[in-house]
């Protein structure tokens, strides 16, 4: 009896594997895509999806048939189906993914599917098989359902994405990613973290900016720590009386990702009033002189990896002495509801230095961070409370001119106003 059998099925278990791979669905799509690849399949589609809060299943679709996963990254676990028709050797497929999953420990069954001598062949109308497969064909039956989560361990934030990757570099700081989401368009991600989408990054950028700017009303030397994406430092050039912005972001392929593919957003690094600096800040700010800026901006992603020491007292004390006498400095505040540690204890800082009452909070909407309730906290330096603005006609035009979509006057004043669990939060 002949053992010929049309498949070739390697059902193999990988354990102990890099826990952060197995939740990374791009990662694990791009993976399994090249271990296909390698072992010189043809391949049709993939579709990967993430499981919230955790979890990757997706399959690959070959000429040769397909390769599918299932992840468990809280066993560091993953259950992979290899199976293959033709020539294909899909143990070449099996030996790249151990290596990019990182699995310490694995084993393999290999089954012999469709025997020939159990089968029957038959022979088909060829004319209604195309017709069948037209049909099936109708873009409307497919839809990628591939998601990119933001989360701690017990919320999150997802977006769906189209699975495109424009930008993906390890920096020495951080994993710098360019994705596009259907409804929020191309948006900047570094490690698990969304940074700016672009179309609702005037949310972010016009609330770091604009209070800030008519709440002092002559602001002409800015220094903006942070904010490699451009945004902050656009919104701050839109007010014609500034004379000079010196920016600088520790990580230069933040600028790069966003000059390339999200140009409105990063729309004025070549601005003549702009220095931008590819440095620490976090340095610049122990070496700037005294009393130096109207307006200190840190735009810095949350308090893990290079910006954990955007959160300190020793930064926050250098950027009051940096600060002429009226100064005002505004900081990346994290939620309320997401990051309630960081947020409270940037506030005592910001009051330990500024005073009790002059590290007021701003809270405005932001519908691509989790729980979409952001925060930038204040630290004023003998300026005015930031909630008491009143030239309303002035800001009203500006808005009117620059075309602004969040801020106006109103807004303003309703974004110092603190929900009792915030006043809460940063009671002494
Ligand atoms: N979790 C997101 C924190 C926001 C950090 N800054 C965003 C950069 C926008 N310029």
């Not at 955790?54 to 992840?71: C, F, K, N, R, Y």
């Not at 902050?232 to 920016?247: P, S």
């Not at 500024?354 to 909070?361: E, I, Q, R």
């Not at 005015?384 to 309303?392: L, R, Y």
Request: proline residues 4%; glycine residues 8%; aromatic residues 12%.
């Amino acid at each position: 009896m002949s053992n010929v059998a049309l498949g070739n099925h390697i059902l193999v278990e990988f354990m102990n594997c890099d826990p952060h791979i197995m939740n990374d669905v791009a990662t694990i799509e791009r993976d399994m895509v090249d271990a296909a690849r390698k072992a010189g399949a043809t391949v049709i589609n993939s579709t990967f999806h993430h499981f919230s809060p955790w979890g990757v299943s997706g399959v690959v679709v070959i000429q040769e048939s397909h390769l599918a996963i299932h992840t468990w990254p809280e066993y560091g676990y993953a259950a992979v189906d290899l199976f293959t028709c033709g020539d294909m050797d899909a143990w070449i497929s099996f030996d790249h993914l151990k290596e990019c999953f990182g699995s310490k420990s694995y084993s393999a069954i290999e089954m012999k599917r469709g025997s020939v001598n159990l089968l029957t062949r038959n022979d088909f109308d060829m004319t209604t098989m195309r017709e069948k497969a037209a049909e099936w064909r109708n873009p409307e039956f497919y839809t990628r359902n591939v998601w990119f989560t933001d989360k701690d361990e017990d919320q999150a934030l997802s977006l769906r994405f189209t699975g495109e990757v424009f930008y993906d570099v390890q920096s020495p700081f951080q994993r710098v990613r360019i994705l596009e989401s259907p409804k929020y368009g191309k948006f900047l991600t570094l490690d698990d973290m969304v940074m700016t989408t672009q179309n609702d990054e005037f949310h972010y950028h016009e609330m770091i900016a604009h209070p800030a700017m008519f709440t002092h009303g002559n602001v002409k030397n800015v220094l903006v720590i942070g904010g490699g994406d451009g945004g902050t430092v656009r919104e701050i050039l839109r007010h014609e009386g500034v004379e000079k912005v010196t920016m600088v972001e520790i990580d230069g392929e933040v600028i790069k990702a966003c000059k390339e593919f999200l140009p409105e957003i990063a729309a004025a690094f070549d601005n003549p009033k702009l220095e931008l600096l590819v440095d620490d800040g976090i340095a610049f700010i122990k070496q700037a002189a005294p009393k130096s800026y109207d307006l200190i901006i840190v735009d810095g992603s949350d308090p893990v990896g290079p910006a954990e020491g955007l959160f300190s007292t020793e930064f926050y004390t250098n950027c009051y002495n940096a600060l002429k006498d009226g100064g005002i400095l505004v900081a990346q505040g994290e939620s309320p509801k997401f990051n309630e540690k960081a947020f409270s204890e940037l506030n005592f800082t910001l009051q330990d230095i500024f005073g009790n009452d002059n590290a007021p909070v701003s809270l405005f909407f932001v519908p691509t961070y989790p729980t979409g309730m952001w925060s930038f906290q204040y630290g004023l330096k003998g300026s005015d409370a930031p909630k008491a603005v009143s030239n309303d006609t002035e800001i009203e035009a500006f808005v009117d001119a620059k075309g602004l979509k969040y801020y106006n006057a109103d807004v303003h004043r309703g974004s110092f106003a603190t929900p009792n669990f915030v006043k809460q939060l940063i009671k002494r």
